[in-house]
């Protein structure tokens, strides 16, 4: 008896050890197929359909950045003492859930835990998308921000046919059946623009729910080795945002692999990229 009992709890132990809240296996097990477009998350909160405008705001190359070392724009720690953090350190430090319990229920957890990389079982510490998203809402309220992050990798589905080029240009355009890192071509690679649209949702005065959106172009190189993590964020100290309730993340990507692929017979033409997100920070962020 006491051996099945701890039969039964070995797989438990296995998936928390990689952040993975308890309270939402039987959900989160829905996203950990081992086919590709099985595993979107597609949530979204109905209430946030009849939100009123509020800032719509595309952000210019020097309003965001998408690289861990250019953090000290945003945090005046990085500045003193550039070398304090390492992506790692960071994330246990300004994970969400070390802020309130708030952020240690639900499928959306994941995104709170401080679990930037997890081993092998990445389905098990990521959230993926297609390019209509999802939301998230709070508990509580938030106070004044001061900037928001996160960190994600994206790509196609790696079983399509491929396109791929090498450094030396385009003109070397040639196309590949699932190429791996050891086939010898690890210089090869395919480009795409994500034009990424984090909405937060604050409350005004009249207790009306506002969506406020910012919008960042950023350019990402797929590489044979496999996509490779973004840290990406952008300032909210100028914003005079506060009251805010929720989040939403939305996407649209150009994409040189799915623009090869379109007409290819038994390719489909959607469904075939995605946004893997890993963590969201909003630091410094009081909640009441």
């Not at 992506?87 to 959306?108: L, R, S, T, W």
Request: proline fraction near 3%.
């Amino acid at each position: 008896m006491k051996l099945k009992k701890l039969l039964i709890f070995l797989p438990l132990i296995a998936v928390s050890s990689c952040g993975y809240s308890l309270s939402y296996l039987v959900e989160g097990n829905k996203y950990n197929s081992p086919i590709y477009k099985e595993n979107y998350y597609k949530y979204w909160d109905p209430t946030y359909k009849n939100a009123k405008k509020g800032v719509e705001k595309r952000l210019g190359e020097d309003e965001f950045i998408t690289s861990f070392n250019d953090l000290y724009k945003y945090d005046a720690r990085m500045i003193t003492k550039p070398d304090m953090y390492d992506e790692i350190d960071y994330a246990k430090e300004y994970k969400m859930n070390n802020i309130d319990k708030q952020f240690n229920y639900g499928y959306q957890s994941k995104l709170f835990d401080g679990q930037i990389v997890c081993g092998g079982y990445f389905q098990l510490s990521r959230i993926q998308i297609d390019e209509n998203g999802f939301s998230g809402s709070f508990e509580k309220e938030s106070s004044e921000l001061s900037y928001f992050a996160l960190q994600f990798k994206s790509t196609t589905d790696s079983k399509l046919p491929c396109l791929r080029m090498d450094e030396s240009g385009p003109e070397n355009v040639r196309v590949h059946n699932n190429p791996t890192a050891g086939d010898g071509e690890s210089s090869l690679y395919h480009n795409s623009v994500i034009d990424l649209t984090i909405s937060l949702y604050t409350k005004n005065a009249a207790n009306e729910l506002v969506r406020n959106s910012y919008t960042a172009s950023i350019q990402n190189k797929d590489t044979n080795n496999g996509s490779h993590y973004i840290f990406f964020a952008f300032d909210l100290k100028n914003e005079n945002l506060s009251r805010m309730v929720g989040f939403s993340i939305t996407y649209t990507v150009d994409d040189e692999l799915i623009n090869h692929n379109k007409g290819v017979p038994g390719v489909p033409e959607s469904l075939d990229y995605a946004l893997f997100l890993y963590e969201m920070f909003l630091p410094y962020t009081s909640w009441n």
